[in-house]
């Protein structure tokens, strides 16, 4: 047997963990869903949702068979194949890097050598999803919104490759578990805070959560790009927009804070995948936090802050960081 | 046509911005040119909510006709509610006792108040900042319980009458207001940190909008967006009325005629207004609430105007009498309407997420442009 080719029980794991990042996907969207509803009413100075479970747990199942239940309208004039298309194109690309964040030290189904490729790739596909909802809606306005999210993904993308490319420099490697263990001495975070920086700015650009969500809140003028779509074509990009924002905050995790890292806690084999869910969750947290109190920022001062400022910095830092490793 | 005509064809279209707004404006539609981003020109279609006041205001009683001015602004109705009532008694050589005239002045200004704060969480929303209306919707519903208090109304005030006020007001609402007051100090703090510094708000509203003195007094603009281009007028000061030459407070002013001064503008005026409610109840005169007034007053013939300083602006009535009780014509100045007819020239060239945050500058009340 060649040794890129699998076992069978190497393809039986591989199915398990595919039904497994699928169901991760789905509990997450749910959590956050719960968490930004929740936190959102506190920064405002309400409750959130009370009524439904204890203190409203069970509103966002509750939504969710509502969504379900609603008819799937295609606009008549829309290219159908397209329409039904793009919700596709938007879930499952972001859905498999999951297969390959490092959930602890032996806790990852995939360890590909070029991982961070891997999900900046996958990542990427969210851009085409968006450009075909728009076009499919057979909606001027949807199309309007859809080419201003396209340009705002594309310029955003940059920084984020650079800054991310930084670390990989001084790991030597793509591969997502090296770069946990490389990070024995001290997290990443200490030695490339620029890069932390520009990479979270970018990556709420690149998940167009505020302040950068002027392509949904398009809706505010014209409609945004997922306006025609109904129930369970709507929650597909919604949950693809919450593993989008959980692939970003892994991938700060991983990079910048150690990853799995942290204090043993008596948790046994249990401890490091907690340790993990804890850093994400808490930079999801700030995500949040930051969607709730920025007001928007205007479209061309977006594209401003990526070409005039993200860029060249991350260039600058990438230029030092090889110029160090290079010593 | 030639390539680059063919482009110009495809990339212009029409936008209308319509009598639905997700943006809190009321029923306003506006027909966009646009160009690209750009909007090339603003053609404002109104009378979506036009409710013929001023006709109802020919047709009955002039009693009958008070609770019509609450309704035509309804977020700073006791203005309009002033205007009336004053203008009946400068008719009527109507005398006011002086309490009367205190409560009208501590119950317009509180009026003031909540309409800049409703104006405030409107204009952050459509920034896109969700959390600030809910923060001036506390300070708003802290007012409204007070004005519930006192006048019976949370919104639509129909408080005053002719020769004063309906009814006095208690010591427990003496009390909320002072409590009121007291906070509304410290809240101050809050917006300035969570909005006056921040820097996403400033780079969309800093040299956003600007209007130049000479363009607010060609279309007649007043309130806080003809003070925010650094013109001091208010009517307050320049066509004194009620007892407000008792009271000392600044006229709010801003030099730079954008956005971002239009709203530093409001926020202190509300600061104002509260220098003048602690004022006025500190100094609050005992007596009665209401004049002895005829139970049937017949309007003189001729015509008579009387001004106020509503929220927005201006507000203007003149009324033709004809010697009954019923009006021969009324005219309502809308301050929004004035404020509104800007946009036209203003909005050339601008582009569209920067309308939108001019258009919240404005503090534009539909109804009020409709009537």
Partial sequence: MESDVFTNAETVRLVMALVLVFGFVFVNATVMTYL????????????GPMEIGFQGILQVPVDGIKLLAKQLMVPSDASGFLFRLAPLIAFVPVSLPLLIIPFGPKLQVLDLDVGLLFILSMAAFNTVAVFVAGWSSNNKYAMFGALRSVAQNISYEIPILL??????LIVNSFSMQQIVFAQQSCWFILVQPIAFLIYFISGLAETNRAPFD????????????HTEYS???FSMFFIAEYTNMFIVCSIATVLFFGGWRGVPLPFGDYTHALWFLGKVYFLMFVMIWCRWTFPRVR?????NLAWKYLIPFSLLNLLITAAVVSL | MTDSTREFEVYRFYLNLGPQHPSTHGVLRMVLGMYGEHVVDIDPVLGYGHRMHEKMAESRPWPMFLPNTARMDYACALPHNHCYVSLIERVNNIMVPDRAEYLRVITSELNRIASHLLW???????????TPILYAFDDREQVLDILEHVTGSRLTHCYFRVGGVSADIDEKSIDLINVFVRRMWQRFDIYDKLITKNIIFIRRTRKVGIILPEMARRYGATGPVLRASGVAHDIRKHEPYSVYPEFDFKIATAKK???????????EEMKQSLRIISQAVERLPAGPVRADVPKKIKLPSGGASFSVEGARGDVTYYLVGDGTEVPYRLKVRSPTLSNLSLIAELGKGILLADLIAVLGSLDLVIPEIDR
């Fill in chain 2, 120 to 130: 405030l969480g409107a204009f952050l929303l459509d920034l896109g900042a969700f």
């Fill in chain 1, 299 to 303: 479209f061309d001062q977006l594209m």
């Fill in chain 2, 257 to 267: 005629g954008d956005a971002f001064g239009r709203y530093l503008v409001r926020i």
């Fill in chain 1, 36 to 47: 930004e509803r929740k936190l959102a009413a506190r920064f405002q100075g309400r409750l």
């Fill in chain 1, 214 to 225: 002027l392509p949904e809140a398009e809706s505010e003028l014209t409609a945004g790009y």
């Fill in chain 1, 231 to 233: 129930g369970m074509g």
């Fill in chain 1, 163 to 168: 800054s991310l490319l930084a670390v990989a």
